[in-house]
C-alpha cells in the first residue's frame, strides 16, 4: 500500500506540472520594448550600454554613465494600447582618482521596465478536428452534462481574450574600471498579471439532416497574479577603442503565484444544458521565471558610428528554450544627432512542448494553450542629444507566428500576430 501512495502521488505531481507548465512558460515570454534608442538598435545593446534598457540585458552597462540621467519613455503600439514602458534615474559618482586607472565612476540605478504586455484578441476557426468533448469523458469527471463525446466535430472556434503585464523594477550598482572594465550587480523584483477568457465551440452535425447541428461549448476564465525576485550581473570588457565585449547574466526569478480558474460547459441539442466548475484557487510552491543569459559584442568606428551584435538565451525546467539574434547600427552624422536601425530574430529550436492537461482535481477546464515558432523585429530610429536634454524616437515592426491549441488533442491553429510600435523617449541629464 505504501508503494502504490507513493506511485500516486507522483502521478497527480506530474499532472500538476504539466497543467500549470504553460502558465509558467507565458510569463516568462519577452518583447523588445523600452526606450527609443533600445528598440531602434533592435535591443542589441548589451556590449554598449549607457541606457536604461540595455542594462536590463546587462547590468555593466551601467557602468558608462558618467553624470546623472533621468529617463522616460512613452509606447503606442497602433490599434492596441498606449503606455509607459520605461522609468529610470541614474546617479553617477566620479571617484576621487586622479588618473585614468582603477576605479573611477560609482553609478546607481532605480528603474522600472515593461517586459511583455499580454493585451490581445484572438478568434481562430478550424474545420474538423478532435472534440474536447471526448477529451473530458477519459477524465472521467461528472459534468453533469449529456455532451457529446464524439471523437470528431464537424467545425470549430476559439474566442480568446488576454490582459496583462509582466512588469520588472530594478536597483543596479556598476563601476568603471580605467574605462576598460565595466562591471555590475542588481536585484531585480518582478510584478505578473494575465487574465483571460476563452470560449470554445465545436459543432456536430447528426446523420439525420432534418435534425438541427449539436454542440459542445467551453467558457472559462483564467486569473494569475504574483510577484518574483532575480538578481543580474554582467560585465564588459573594452580591451581595444573601437571594441567592446558583453557578457550578461539573470538568474531564475523565484516567486509566489495565485491561479484561479472558472468556466462553464454547455451542450445543446432540443435543450440547453451546462455544468460550473467552481472558482477554485491554486497557489504554486515552485514557481520561478527563467535564466536569461545575454552575449554582445560592439564595433565602434571613430564617433561616428557603431555596430552591435548580440545572442540571448533563456532556458526553464521543462519549457522549450528560447534563442535570440540581434543587431543594430548606430550613425552620427553630425554632433548630437544619432540614427539607428535594428533587427532580431527569436525562436523556440525545440518542437515538442508539454500541453495544459485537464486536471479535474483542479477545477481546470480552461484546456487551450500555445506555442511560439518564431518572432522577428525590424526597427529605425533617431535621436537627438543636448547639453541637458535627449529626444528619441522609434518604430517597431513587429512579427510573429505561433500554433494555438484548444486543448491538447486539437489540431493547432496556425496564428499570425504583425504589430506596429512607436515609442517617444525623454530625458535630461546632467553634467560635470
Known sequence: MRALRYILTFVLCTLSLCTWSQDYFRLGERTIMGTARYVGMGGAMSAIGGDPSAVMDNVAGLGLYQRPEAMLTLDYTVKTIFMAPQASAVFSMQTENMSDKGVLFHNFMISYQRMHCFNRSMDPIGTKGHSLGALFALTGEDLGV??????YNESNELKLTERGYVNQYA??????????????LGMRIHSYVLNSEADYIE???????????????????FILSGAGCSFAMGAI????????????????????????????????????????????????????????????????????????MQYDYRHMNNQPDMHSLRAG????????????????????????????????????????????????YISGGVGYRGKRFIVQAAYQYRMQRFNLYAHENADPYRMRANEHRIVLTLAWHGHW
Do not use: C
Not at 536597483?171 to 555590475?184: C, E, K, L, Q, T
Not at 456536430?204 to 467551453?218: C, E, G, I, V
Not at 547574466?249 to 454547455?266: H, K, R, V, Y
Not at 529550436?349 to 511560439?372: E, G, K, M, N, V
Open 171 to 184: 536597483f543596479d550598482w556598476a563601476m568603471n574600471i580605467s574605462h576598460r572594465w565595466y562591471v555590475g
Open 329 to 376: 547600427v548606430e550613425v552620427v552624422p553630425i554632433a548630437g544627432l544619432y540614427l539607428n536601425a535594428g533587427y532580431a530574430f527569436e525562436s523556440a529550436f525545440r518542437r515538442t512542448f508539454p500541453a495544459r492537461s485537464i486536471d479535474p482535481t483542479l477545477a481546470r477546464q480552461d484546456a487551450y494553450y500555445q506555442y511560439p515558432l518564431w518572432q522577428q
Open 146 to 151: 449529456n455532451y457529446t463525446m464524439d471523437r
Open 237 to 308: 570588457y573594452r580591451p581595444l577603442s573601437w571594441l567592446r565585449i558583453g557578457f550578461g547574466l539573470e538568474t531564475p526569478s523565484f516567486g509566489a503565484l495565485s491561479i484561479s480558474t472558472s468556466g462553464t460547459f454547455d451542450a445543446l441539442r432540443d435543450s440547453l444544458e451546462w455544468s460550473d466548475a467552481p472558482n477554485k484557487p491554486y497557489h504554486p510552491s515552485d514557481f520561478h521565471m527563467p535564466l536569461h543569459l545575454s552575449t554582445s559584442v560592439a564595433f565602434q568606428i571613430s564617433r561616428y558610428a557603431m555596430i552591435a
Open 203 to 221: 459543432v456536430f452535425k447528426d446523420l439525420n439532416p432534418d435534425l438541427l447541428p449539436y454542440y459542445n461549448r467551453s467558457r472559462t476564465t
